[in-house]
């Protein structure tokens, strides 16, 4: 046991940060969890109509699930809603070639699952209430870290100051720890706003993923559970930035247009949008994920296009790297802060990270490509791609986390 307040503060409890105190629950870490929003958990609305959904919604594969189900934190989602998806069609809105996903491809029964943000982050905040090794401190902000006590000093903006042995930020892709800490990014623009938006269908989605890709950017709509005879789905519409302004101030019939144009008739006809929100996309990559009783997890330490719904079952991975390192740590009686622990973490993290995000670099490019030869090469390949079963079910593979 390290001297000082807690052995581990973990900064930000979104879904990475709440992941982490609980998967760190009984490990003989004493652990707080500091967070900037409100300490109760977020309002989760019984009813289905186009404005209930929770606009921020994420794609999360089977080993994303499987780690919230060993958390204990699958079922309140499960239990409120989540939509599985078993077919996934991508298509070149540029061209006519399209490639089709099917679950039973690959032996199981659904490609992934669509849930909103807020009823993960509910799931976990109530799977950590009542954790006795866990001290809540919310609302909080973190607003300084200097060495100090038996590893780090970090000052509250409430006047309130905590030492760790560990500091572990969770605090999303602005990180304000990795800035005041000093952690060197390598990032760009992507030069593309992601708009995201509820939209009611005129039939159902079949429970299948739909992604059209073109030269200003892709479209992604992702199914939502249904009510009755309504059917929802989510939108991710990333556009450049220019396109990207003149869709965010359409009126919203303008906007229904646009999309079902967009759409090209698949999955059905849009009947309705909910008001749109848009995300600047920035691909960002701390050099190094740790140093001496600091790490970096998820959002903070990789943030990623969307185009390929992987940003956050990257993160999740994290977490469970992380947590099982310090798990191990504690077993052999070393510091958590130690660096050869935290090195650990980053050596079986960063390679996969990197190499997600180049795949997402490559497809970007091809897809915005405007050459009449790279677009018939797009085309022809994504032809061969959906008669290649052997290859089509390793990127499958490796899309799902298998
Ligand atoms: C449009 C879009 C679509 C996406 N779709 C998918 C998808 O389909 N599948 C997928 O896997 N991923 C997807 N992602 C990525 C995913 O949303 C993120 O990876 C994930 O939400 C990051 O979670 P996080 O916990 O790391 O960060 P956040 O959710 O940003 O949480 C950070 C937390 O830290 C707190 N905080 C910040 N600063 C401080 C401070 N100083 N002190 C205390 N607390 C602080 C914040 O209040 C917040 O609660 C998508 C992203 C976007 C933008």
């Not at 209430?129 to 509250?156: K, N």
Request: with cysteine.
């Amino acid at each position: 046991m390290s001297r000082g307040d807690f052995d581990i503060v973990v900064v930000g409890a979104g879904i990475a940060g709440s992941a982490l105190a609980l998967a760190l629950r009984g490990s003989g870490w004493s652990v707080a969890l500091v967070e900037a929003g409100p300490a109760a958990r977020p309002e989760l609305p019984a009813e289905r109509g186009l404005l209930d959904f929770d606009r921020r919604v994420v794609a999360l594969n089977p080993r994303s699930r499987r780690f919230l189900q060993d958390l204990g934190a699958w079922s309140a989602v499960a239990d409120y809603r989540c939509c599985p998806y078993r077919h996934m069609t991508v298509w070149d809105g540029d061209g006519t070639a399209c490639v089709e996903f099917d679950a039973s491809e690959t032996g199981g029964e659904e490609l992934g699952v669509i849930v909103e943000n807020r009823a993960l982050v509910s799931a976990l905040l109530e799977a950590l209430a009542g954790q006795r090794d866990l001290a809540w401190l919310a609302p909080e902000t973190v607003s300084d870290i200097r060495p100090g006590g038996p590893g780090w000093q970090l000052q509250l903006a409430s006047g309130r100051r905590l030492e760790a042995a560990l500091v572990v930020a969770a605090d999303g892709a602005l990180s304000p720890l990795r800035e005041l800490a000093g952690f060197p990014t390598r990032e760009w623009d992507y030069g593309h706003r992601a708009i995201v938006a509820t939209v009611e269908l005129d039939g159902p989605h079949g429970d299948t993923a739909w992604q059209r890709f073109s030269d200003t950017g892709p479209l992604a709509l992702l199914p939502l559970p249904g009510s009755g005879e309504r059917h929802f789905c989510s939108i991710v519409w990333s556009q450049r930035e220019a396109r990207a302004a003149e869709l965010l101030a359409l009126d919203d019939e303008a906007f229904r247009r646009a999309l079902e144009a967009a759409c090209e008739g698949r999955p059905a006809g849009i009947v309705a949008c909910s008001p749109r929100v848009g995300f600047p996309l920035r691909q960002r990559h701390a050099r190094d994920y740790v140093q001496p009783g600091l790490a970096l997890v998820a959002d903070a330490a990789h943030t990623i296009h969307p185009l390929a719904g992987q940003g956050l079952n990257l993160g999740l991975q994290d977490v469970a790297v992380l947590a099982a390192e310090l798990q191990r740590a504690q077993r052999r009686g070393l510091a958590p802060g130690d660096l050869a622990v935290l090195r650990r973490y980053q050596r079986q993290r960063k390679g996969e990270n990197l190499l997600m995000m180049a795949a997402m670099e490559g497809f970007k490019r091809l897809f915005e490509a405007p050459e009449p030869p790279v677009r018939w090469l797009r085309n022809s390949g994504m032809r061969l791609f959906q008669r290649a079963t052997p290859l089509k079910q390793q990127v499958m593979h490796r899309a799902m986390g298998l």
